[in-house]
T-cell receptor, first 114, second 112 residues
Framework: ETGVTQTPRHLVMGMTNKKSLKCEQH?????MYWYKQSAKKPLELMFV???????ENNSVPSRFSPECPNSSHLFLHLHTLQPEDSALYLC?????????????FGQGTRLTVV | LAKTTQPISMDSYEGQEVNITCSHNNIATNDYITWYQQFPSQGPRFIIQGYKTKVTNEVASLFIPADRKSSTLSLPRVSLSDTAVYYC?????????????FGSGTRLLVRP
């Protein structure tokens, strides 16, 4: 248990569906992240929120839409995804940003787009 | 943005000491060096962090030479459960353009 909880753990969706991934952290951190990890690839940073403000959008397609309503919650809204978007989506939080801060990761959501 | 280079994979046997070296030739004065561990289908987990010389915790040791252009993660007496991918990260906590960028990591396989 890392203090970062992601739901659902597994998700299968069609290309025309709309779904959302949820992340919640109970650590009192002020920064949250979304990462994508495809098979046999490094983690790809998607979005960073610091103090509930988006500070990084790493050239992510608009079919991925993040939302950070407060410092404890982070969502990733998904619509009209492609099969190549199938991956493990990981949420993380830290106190402050940058590698000087220790990041705590959730277990991830395994997404399959059919 | 400091780039890191690690071996793609390493093999070891239970009970051995494993040393994984990371090169970061362009490390900046304010950069820290951090290592994470990742098991399959799980998020990475922080292992250790240092700035210079040697850092030790209950899991590992981190050796950093004086020029800081490389670092070595040392895992004492590995077990099968240490089989994982190990990532070396370098960056300045004040650098707004650096946000926990992971490289390819080193895939460690521990054999019986």
């Amino acid at each position: 248990e890392t203090g970062v909880t992601q739901t659902p753990r597994h998700l299968v969706m069609g290309m025309t569906n709309k779904k959302s991934l949820k992340c919640e952290q109970h650590l009192g951190h002020n920064a949250m992240y979304w990462y994508k990890q495809s098979a046999k690839k490094p983690l790809e940073l998607m979005f960073v929120y610091s103090l509930e403000e988006r500070v990084e959008n790493n050239s992510v397609p608009s079919r991925f839409s993040p939302e950070c309503p407060n410092s404890s919650h982070l969502f990733l809204h998904l619509h009209t995804l492609q099969p190549e978007d199938s991956a493990l989506y990981l949420c993380a939080s830290s106190q402050g940003t940058g590698v000087g801060a220790e990041a705590f990761f959730g277990q991830g959501t395994r997404l399959t787009v059919v | 943005l400091a780039k890191t280079t690690q071996p793609i994979s390493m093999d070891s046997y239970e009970g051995q000491e494993v040393n994984i070296t990371c090169s970061h030739n362009n490390i900046a004065t304010n950069d820290y060096i951090t290592w994470y561990q990742q098991f399959p289908s799980q998020g990475p987990r922080f292992i250790i962090q240092g700035y210079k010389t040697k850092v030790t915790n209950e899991v590992a040791s981190l050796f950093i030479p004086a020029d800081r252009k490389s670092s070595t993660l040392s895992l004492p007496r590995v077990s099968l459960s240490d089989t994982a991918v190990y990532y070396c990260l370098v960056g300045d906590e004040k650098d707004s353009s650096y946000k926990l960028i992971f490289g390819s990591g080193t895939r460690l396989l521990v054999r019986p």
